[in-house]
């Protein structure tokens, strides 16, 4: 199953190995991995949690990868999101695109990211000095993916 929603923290190596086992047309794999960062909207962050709808969740993620299947010539995608308590650091996602060539790749990881940062049903409550609060969409993701349009 290419989607997969977590607590635990997940290792890059282990998961791209597994992602292009036994595939020799894989020529190209591209990933990002997406992390907890200490600042946004200018305030100082402590600490996040996410929440997720399970099965629309899935589901939405599912429907993100065909539709990068359907546009490149791609061989696999694999998303990884972790939900729960995260701190400082801590990996919050994986996407993972094979092919057999870069440019492809490249362009799926960077699709699927920008689709699921704007459509996939996530909720990100973060930790200030101020307290808690809910994060809004950004406007710099929904910019992002009307370059797909």
Not at 29 to 49: I, L, P
């Amino acid at each position: 199953m290419p989607v997969h929603i977590q607590t635990e923290d997940f290792d890059l190596s282990t998961e791209i190995k597994k992602l292009r086992s036994g595939d020799a047309r894989v020529g190209a794999v591209a990933a990002f991995v997406g992390t907890v960062r200490e600042q946004n909207d200018g305030a100082k962050v402590s600490a996040m949690t996410l929440e997720h709808y399970p099965g629309m969740t899935e589901k939405s993620l599912e429907e993100i990868i065909q539709k990068a299947k359907a546009r490149w010539d791609i061989f696999d995608v694999l998303i990884i999101h972790r939900v729960g308590p995260l701190h400082i650091e801590d990996q919050i996602v994986l996407v993972a695109v094979t092919s057999a060539h870069r440019e492809e790749a490249f362009a799926a990881c960077e699709y699927v990211m920008d689709y699921l940062k704007t459509l996939a049903p996530f909720w990100k409550k973060e930790d200030t000095a101020d307290g808690s609060r809910w994060v809004d969409a950004r406007l710099s993701d929904d910019e992002a993916l009307k370059k797909w349009n």
